[in-house]
């Protein structure tokens, strides 16, 4: 069972951004993808989500073909994160996570017992049990972030599919948002995050795949693709390895 590109070109109407790249992710794996703006990272995400036609190739699930199955059933099979947001409107925190669960029950129906059992379920796992009352647009960036990984959990999907998680986040939350996806791994979910920090994909990803003007340049292990001189190419800047060759800095000047 894999979340899976096959030779896909994607961009939009009038503009090809990348061709002819292969990806997949299985089920308790994550994959990592990095790259610098513009490189196509979030483009090919929403091609995989099916938000945006593929120009050529295909996207799968569990060997069926995207294109052939009803938006409903894409929402019961992979769940998305989108990065954070402070939100329009004051929903409560349970409302936001229980609007998952139209994936199941459709648009304008009424939560039923198990569904709020199910939104609930996902916010003490999350620790965020006690901001479920709280407007969405008055809790932290953070909180935001993990309110976003709950309403997808509440879906119940095989697949997590993540857009630049800790993005705009400060550290402390940055941790708190990466631990979970090793979570999700140890659940049994596939996760496809992006990110621009090469550290976050050496120490929570189980493959790599870096994405540089619509190109797939490098892709594997973490170990093997994150060396210093993949991520100066593809970064186009000065890096070293420290703690072991644990982690990467950039070099300053």
């Known amino acids: 069972m894999t979340l899976a590109a096959d030779t896909l070109s994607f961009g939009y109407p009038g503009r090809t951004i990348g061709r002819d790249v292969s990806l997949a992710v299985k089920p308790g794996e994550a994959l990592a993808r990095l790259g610098p703006n513009g490189g196509g990272k979030t483009t090919r995400l929403k091609t995989m989500l099916g938000l ?3 120009h050529g190739g295909s996207v799968t699930i569990d060997g069926r073909r995207l294109s052939g199955i009803s938006i409903a059933e894409r929402a019961r099979l992979i769940g998305y994160v989108p990065q954070a947001h ?14 998952g669960r139209t994936a199941h029950q459709g648009v304008f129906a009424k939560p039923s017992k198990s569904d709020r059992a199910i939104a609930d379920a996902r916010l003490t796992e999350l620790g965020i049990a006690h901001l479920a009352g709280k407007p969405y647009t008055m809790i932290s960036g953070g909180e935001r972030q993990l309110v976003l990984i709950a309403r997808a959990l509440a879906q119940e999907p095989r697949y997590v599919v993540l857009d630049e998680p ?3 986040l400060d550290f402390g939350n940055q ?3 990466m631990r979970q996806i090793t979570t999700l791994k140890a659940r049994g979910l596939g996760v496809c995050f992006t990110t621009h920090d090469p550290n976050q994909a050496l120490r929570h990803a189980d ?19 994150l060396s210093r001189v993949k991520v100066e190419a593809l970064y186009g800047t000065k890096v070293e390895m420290i703690l072991g060759q644990t982690s990467f800095a950039f070099v300053p000047g």
């Open 166 to 168: 800790t993005a705009s």
């Open 52 to 54: 945006i036609a593929p």
């Open 175 to 177: 941790g708190k948002v």
């Open 86 to 99: 402070a939100g329009a409107f004051a929903f409560s925190v349970r409302d936001v996570v229980l609007m």
């Open 207 to 225: 493959s790599v795949a870096l994405l540089r003007d619509g190109t797939l340049v490098s892709q594997g292990a973490p170990h093997d693709v």
